[in-house]
């Protein structure tokens, strides 16, 4: 049965009083539902406006796996791209580049060899973000050779995408994920929402952030940028973590759920599979299967999957407005360890 949890709402305070963040929203359940929500703290602290249930997050890198990941696996069932198909097929600008020959697959699983990331303040649009990357040496090894987690992974697999079917990564999304799902509250920024979780960028606009996509890349590409743009709540992205706990077509197949849970780099020294990490050592928490698939935003958002165990963890947070030394990888872990547990005393 569904309700507010007394003992999750206080550990959700213990964030509070070590200031790890300014509020927080969780969900905790199964394939069969949420079994546990809780709120704390202030959505935004310079107008003390509480954090509540409907609270939209800037979701950052959640993007990957939810939007990006779910699309470009969607569109491989139905025949529209394939894994091994390389970049120079939807980008002959790379033709005779050794960045040309990136497989989708190499991107996904973030062994592609690109640098981890590139920015410049100048750029302010799409075009300007790949006439920008297109002249730098972003190779630092290899395609296939090792793992190296790199937002530009996908910010190519959005535009292969959207190359490969003509239609934004906005319009994909809608079709692939969040229709099916029944995400009626999420988007690909920017937002002008009113219940939103407000950030604070410290590195490149210095000042609040409301509606706007905190990633760099994400806000000069509308965002669309594949690696981070997405606004959602913690009823969507509970939604979304049934749908895959389901895995009864409703955005993948089952088989292709099933394939995701493997390691998808078995000559690498880190595991990964396909716009998923892996649950391995102490994260989320070592009472988790190896086979969960999770991934984090930088933003101090969170989201996790165990099909072993029937469970799922969401764990939304506006951290990233009081920095990122606040504690939130430690806490991040205690509060997995605790869904596992199923205890949050």
Not at 193 to 215: F, I, P, Q, S
Not at 305 to 318: E, K, S
């Given at each position: 049965m569904q309700k507010t949890d007394d003992t999750l709402d206080a550990f959700l305070t213990r964030g509070l009083d070590e200031t790890v963040y300014p509020?927080?929203?969780?969900?905790?359940?199964?394939?069969?539902?949420?079994?546990?929500?809780?709120?704390?703290?202030?959505?935004?602290?310079?107008?003390?406006?509480?954090?509540?249930?409907?609270?939209?997050?800037?979701?950052?890198?959640?993007?990957?796996?939810?939007?990006?990941?779910t699309t470009a696996l969607s569109l491989v069932e139905s025949g529209v791209v394939a894994l091994s198909d390389e970049l120079r097929r939807y980008f002959p600008e790379l033709e005779g580049h050794r960045r040309g020959e990136i497989r989708l697959l190499e991107l996904l699983t973030h062994s592609s060899g690109l640098q981890p990331y590139a920015f410049s303040k100048s750029w302010e649009s799409p075009a300007d973000v790949f006439d920008g990357l297109r002249d730098r040496s972003l190779l630092e090894a290899e395609p296939g050779t090792r793992y190296e987690y790199s937002c530009l992974n996908f910010v190519y697999l959005a535009e292969a995408l959207r190359r490969a079917t003509d239609r934004s990564l906005a319009d994909l999304a809608e079709t692939h994920v969040f229709d099916p799902v029944g995400m009626d509250a999420?988007?690909?920024?920017?937002?002008?929402?009113?219940?939103?979780?407000?950030?604070?960028?410290?590195?490149?606009?210095?000042?609040?952030?409301?509606?706007?996509?905190?990633?760099?890349?994400?806000?000069?590409?509308?965002?669309?940028?594949?690696?981070?743009?997405?606004?959602?709540?913690?009823?969507?992205?509970?939604?979304?973590?049934?749908?895959?706990?389901?895995?009864?077509?409703?955005?993948?197949?089952?088989?292709?759920?099933?394939?995701?849970?493997?390691?998808?780099?078995?000559?690498?020294?880190?595991?990964?599979?396909?716009?998923?990490?892996?649950?391995?050592?102490?994260?989320?928490?070592?009472?988790?299967?190896?086979?969960?698939?999770?991934?984090?935003?930088?933003?101090?958002?969170?989201?996790?999957?165990?099909?072993?165990?029937?469970?799922?963890?969401?764990?939304?947070?506006?951290?990233?407005?009081?920095?990122?030394?606040?504690?939130?990888?430690?806490?991040?872990?205690?509060?997995?360890?605790?869904?596992?547990a199923g205890r949050f005393d």
């Open positions: 509020g927080a929203v969780a969900a905790v359940g199964t394939a069969d539902g949420i079994d546990r929500v809780a709120t704390t703290g202030r959505r935004d602290p310079e107008r003390d406006d509480a954090m509540t249930r409907t609270t939209v997050f800037d979701a950052a890198s959640l993007t990957k796996p939810v939007v990006t990941a999420s988007c690909l920024g920017p937002t002008d929402e009113a219940n939103l979780a407000a950030t604070y960028c410290h590195d490149h606009r210095d000042r609040t952030l409301r509606g706007e996509v905190h990633d760099p890349l994400g806000w000069a590409m509308d965002g669309h940028s594949g690696n981070a743009g997405l606004f959602t709540t913690v009823d969507d992205l509970a939604a979304f973590a049934r749908s895959y706990l389901v895995a009864d077509g409703t955005i993948l197949s089952a088989a292709t759920v099933e394939r995701l849970q493997d390691d998808w780099l078995p000559d690498c020294a880190d595991r990964h599979s396909l716009g998923w990490r892996l649950a391995d050592g102490t994260y989320p928490a070592p009472n988790w299967s190896r086979r969960g698939l999770g991934h984090t935003g930088y933003t101090g958002t969170s989201l996790w999957l165990d099909h072993d165990r029937d469970r799922f963890a969401v764990l939304l947070t506006n951290q990233v407005y009081n920095g990122k030394d606040t504690g939130l990888i430690r806490f991040r872990e205690r509060f997995h360890a605790m869904v596992a």
